[in-house]
């Protein structure tokens, strides 16, 4: 008998008949002999509207009280699912998060899970119960409630397949897995049967939507083969897992892009040691995270530096920057909202040489400039103007062929 | 320094500006130097729209669900009022039931308190903290959430009062108190200063709505004095205490009246014994609640026999009565649903005679028939024709002259 590890999303479970449908998508599984332990997000936007409700009252709100407020959302997400697996005559039990034993540290609003005690979900299994925790939540061995920030209905899943050594963890969302591609943008983006934890790290981080970076890197770490898929039909999904063999000739998964970003400019700074360590140790105190970072040659001493961050933010980075430019008498500072990042991920760069060039010329023959460049084992990105984003991605999958390169893993 | 419980209920905390006014009310309170403890429904219709969510689910979700489901209303509530508090600059720790130490017994829905382990409660408030509890729920010694039932937040007050010794406990609502009669028909209806448990159990019974019957009993085993008022202004409302000393000729302290009853008949009954028994015994093995009762005196040989019920167990009562019917030779069963109970209340009474004449010609003289009668040592009831409610309440009212009677307790 298997043990399998259902996570439905906020979309999934958006509304009656989505919540009836996805019960029943349970009941098969477990009808095919499995036990079955679901983890869900709270329904629809419930979250943003609880957040809205919290800003109408103050606009910063205590963290544990924000936890305490937007716990609630998933709590109502397990008893409607339990509902409505009763209803069509299973048996099923719904459990919070500090319920279902998950403790975790106080850092309220972005808590890390300690410990998971897996003794009342176990026990409920053994009563032949589907048993339904809540996402995204926890408790603090003081017994407040916690959540665990962006993704954290996702890190409960792997947590909890992990722990319990489920021998699958489905995540179900509303799209199909994950793309070469964003299909919005280039239709005939194919999905990717299989994918690293590298690559979807990396494809994570550069803003493709389908999972936070934090559940892959736990479930690298414990060897959690994630498998990504759709709430609304039955297709295969794409599998998250340890390296995949690759085949021939097959270099490049995907094509990721990130609009979120801004770039920011520091300009006439004098060439002496240490600027660069001033500038980002500043901008690290701050807590605002740099992605990437570019300095021009010095030419009659001086130097201009560029970095990006994200768009929220640019307020900040402002702020310090214009303290730490008086400070190292550097004459200007600029910022260009209007960039964007994209990006080819695949391990197979690591051993093909040219891919970074083939990138490249695909932008060149569509006349997009590339302002910044940076590059990692697997991965190549260029900042390039926003307004280019969507000709850059579609050239850049054409160049590569991804549409017609059926990758296969060891399915 | 004094320790106060105050309970407010939805209405005095839906929507952000409420919210806000209830968190300088309960700033105010403590800055005069008390501890404070406060206990929070539900904001507004919030568990109404969370029962019709589950109804879309389906139409008899399980209590254990349920509970789960419900319990996020009140955990909404302590979050945002401590969020409301906090933005003002106190210290403030929103707890739900489980984490106030209110334990219950297993009843879903309708959950009994089994012990209150006030330990966090009173850590939290040495720490100069306002305590904020989540109304209406607890856990089980096995951690399972529950809810206390209809009044449950009240409930949760006079309990936290009781064991925490409170030196006062003000529950606030959308009404400034205790009436003579509801001002809503009776213009001139009075607010009561003071009134005792007994009175206010029967008109709380009785359909005056401002504290269910089960609150008031706790309050009155334990000794807890409840203080009703308005938390729409300042102005002192009701006194709920042990039984007050009554000036010369202060006999009724109040008129009730009940709309949602159906009075049953079950006719020619033979006059035999153990009928009765048969008819109520059936009715409660079915948890029908019966009010009052009348059996018509005998006429060759056969009874007429009359009671109230809720008019919710209508299907219910007529159900059971159509098969009693047969086993015990009835001829017919006739409702009607076109009935009000009006009563009166007071300590008075017990000694004072006259009381019932002077109601019944009160609605003699204004041609309102009466349909039945029931009595208890401070309370007489009257069944009568629906649509003379209004003029019934007015006119008893007006014949005790309750609005031109102060009454005075020992404040």
Same mark, same amino acid.
Not at 285 to 299: E, F, L, P, T, Y
């Given at each position: 008998? #298997? ?17 009836? @449908? ?23 936007? *419930? ?35 339990? /509902? #409505? ?8 039990v719904s459990l919070t998060g ?16 300690? $410990? ?23 408790? *603090? #061995?003081? @017994? ?11 890190? *409960? ?9 489920? &021998? ?24 990717? &049967?299989? +994918? ?14 389908? /999972? ?50 801004? $770039? ?26 740099? &992605? ?15 970095f990006t961050v994200n768009r929220?933010?640019?307020? @900040?980075?402002?702020?310090? /920057? ?24 695949g391990v197979g760069m690591k ?12 932008? #060149?023959?569509?006349?997009?400039? +590339?302002? /910044? ?13 926003? $307004? ?19 990758? $296969?893993?060891? @399915?």
């Amino acid at each position: 008998m #298997a043990l399998i590890v259902q996570k439905y999303g906020g979309t999934s479970i958006a509304g009656p008949e989505r919540i009836k @449908k996805v019960a029943r998508r349970i009941i098969e599984t477990k009808k095919r002999g499995n036990k079955v332990v679901i983890v869900v997000s709270a329904p629809g936007d *419930t979250t943003d509207k609880l957040t809205e409700t919290a800003r109408q009252i103050t606009p910063s709100p205590t963290d544990r009280e924000m936890d305490m407020l937007l716990a609630t959302g998933e709590q109502m997400s397990i008893a409607l699912l339990a /509902m #409505a697996i009763h209803a069509l005559g299973e048996e099923a039990v719904s459990l919070t998060g500090g319920q279902g034993g998950i403790v975790t540290d106080e850092t309220f609003s972005n808590a890390k899970i300690r $410990k998971i005690d897996t003794k009342k979900i176990e026990k409920e299994l053994s009563k032949d119960r589907i048993v339904i925790v809540a996402g995204f939540q926890g408790i *603090t #061995a003081k @017994k407040d409630i916690t959540t665990l920030g962006r993704g954290g209905s996702d890190l *409960t899943a792997v947590a909890l397949a992990s722990v319990l050594k489920a &021998d699958q963890c489905e995540v179900y969302t509303d799209v199909a897995g994950v793309y070469t591609a964003d299909p919005r943008i280039v239709p005939d983006a194919r999905k990717i &049967d299989r +994918i690293s934890y590298d690559e979807m790290l990396e494809l994570a981080s550069l803003g493709a939507q389908v /999972m936070v970076p934090r559940s892959i890197q736990v479930a690298n770490r414990f060897g959690v083969d994630i498998h990504v898929r759709s709430s609304f039909n039955d297709e295969e999904g794409t599998v998250i897992t340890k390296e995949v063999s690759k085949m021939e000739g097959v270099v490049v998964s995907g094509v990721a892009y990130d609009k979120d970003l801004v $770039k920011v400019a520091i300009t006439d700074v004098p060439d002496r040691p240490g600027i660069a360590a001033k500038i980002f140790g500043a901008l690290g105190a701050g807590k605002v995270n740099v &992605d990437m970072i570019i300095q021009s040659s010095a030419q009659g001493g001086v130097n201009d530096i560029s970095f990006t961050v994200n768009r929220g933010d640019l307020n @900040k980075v402002l702020d310090i /920057m214009g303290k730490v430019k008086q400070e190292i008498g550097a004459k200007g500072l600029v910022y260009d909202e209007g960039v964007a990042k994209v990006s080819i991920v695949g391990v197979g760069m690591k051993t093909h040489s040219g891919v970074a060039s083939k990138m490249f010329s695909a932008l #060149a023959e569509e006349d997009v400039n +590339i302002e /910044m460049i940076s590059t990692s084992e697997i991965k190549i990105s260029c900042v390039i103007k926003e $307004k280019d984003t969507e000709k850059a991605v579609r050239a850049i999958h054409r160049k590569f062929a991804l549409a017609k390169t059926p990758r $296969k893993g060891r @399915k």
